[in-house]
């Protein structure tokens, strides 16, 4: 690990949402499935929790995480144990330190296009050589190995995915899925899977195996925020069996966010232990809106291009009107309150990410007056309207 060349650019997606997430009167691009109150959550806990979490001490608890979270998270892999997992603040800062302390300078890594921008932004300012590979969008964005195989170098220490996919909600298949992992074995690379979305695939058999269950040197990254709904816990976590990845993750994290909070940590083995209802609950949520979805573009074919998600609860549509999807939503935002992210802010160093789709999400119920707001604004002259 070498010192992070700063500063680092603007991270585009959270820059966009600096400016637009709580100012926009319709949040029509969350990538959080509907968000559980602490009421509704505390419904799903029997009344022993709820006593001992009027009375939990509000201390410090430990850095690796409280043993109750560890072994309920443990419990939701076929292979690991409650010591095979490390908790964060959130998977970004998990996030933060795996791609500076997995691949070191002059060292290379391959990783998947569209992305989350910190998945390549940071071992690049680390002094790694960075590789993209790009779904393939002709393809329903799948995942070619050979691009992947074509891609590696005798120098290459990991390749990074995120799937169910943000933005496209592009899910492999289980024959890709696998083909992967053992082209990872074979060649001594270690594979680091971001499946925050894992859970809300309507169809289980496009459902993954989690990558720490593939592999004793994978690496799996989850959180609460997405597929759970519970992004204000700020709980994330990294499940692997190379257990020498997770002690160099606990000295590093001590530079960070050294624990989370108490009450988010108990809250949070609350959600994981009832994980199997949360996630049927927000499935129930995206079904219901894909149709709703599918009804509104099918009206406006003639302005968007529209492909439900294989899972989690976000969508990729492309814009066909001509102006161009950027200047569609930074139009949108300012002119209807309506907030969608443009495509542009998916843009990679690395590969070419189409600038004329949105993302858009699915996960939050009620999505009728922010499309009823879109409709307004497409029959107010504006250029596609």
């Known amino acids: 690990m070498t010192a992070m060349r700063l500063p680092l650019p603007d991270f585009r997606l959270e820059s966009y949402f600096s400016r637009w997430e709580f100012a926009a009167e319709h949040h029509l691009t969350a990538s959080d499935a509907q968000t559980l109150t602490l009421a509704e959550l505390l419904a799903l806990a029997t009344d022993e929790d709820r006593a001992a979490f009027t009375d939990l001490p509000l201390s410090y608890v430990p850095t690796w995480g409280t043993d109750r979270l560890r072994a309920a998270i443990a419990a939701t892999y076929d292979t690991c144990d409650p010591a095979d997992v490390l908790t964060f603040a959130g998977a970004e800062e998990a996030i933060f330190w795996l791609m500076q302390l997995l691949v070191g300078p002059g060292e290379h890594a391959v990783v998947t296009v569209p992305n989350y921008q910190a998945m ?48 496209t909600g592009a899910v492999p298949d289980p024959s890709t899925w696998q083909g992967l992992a053992e082209l990872c074995a074979e060649r001594g690379i270690r594979l680091v899977a971001d499946e925050v979305f894992r859970g809300l695939e309507l169809d289980p058999a496009r459902r993954l195996t989690q990558a720490a269950d593939m592999s004793p040197t994978a690496v799996s990254v989850n959180v609460l925020s997405k597929s759970y709904g519970l992004p204000g816990l700020r709980v994330g976590w990294v499940a692997t069996r190379d257990r020498d990845v997770l002690r160099s993750l606990e000295r590093h994290k001590q530079y960070t966010s050294i624990c989370n909070a108490g009450p988010s940590e108990f809250l949070g083995a609350i959600a994981v232990e009832r994980g199997a209802a949360i996630h049927a609950r927000n499935r129930g949520i995206v079904a219901d809106n894909l149709a709703t979805f599918g009804a509104f573009f099918a009206v406006h074919k003639d302005l968007f291009e529209w492909t439900p998600p294989d899972g989690g609860c976000v969508a990729f549509p492309r814009y066909l009107g001509p102006e161009g999807a950027g200047a569609f939503c930074r139009n949108l935002v300012e002119t209807a309150g309506v907030l969608l992210l443009p495509g542009d802010i998916f843009g990679s160093d690395l590969a070419p990410v189409p600038a004329d789709r949105f993302r858009i999400g699915v996960g939050r119920r009620d999505p009728g007056p922010a499309l009823a707001a879109i409709d307004r604004f497409l029959g107010r002259g504006h250029p596609a309207g």
């Open 120 to 167: 390549e932004t940071l071992p690049i300012a680390s002094g790694v050589q960075v590789s993209g590979v790009l779904l393939d969008e002709a393809d329903g964005w799948r995942l070619d190995l050979d691009r992947v195989r074509a891609a590696l170098r005798p120098s290459t220490r990991l390749v990074a995915v995120n799937f169910p996919n943000n933005p």
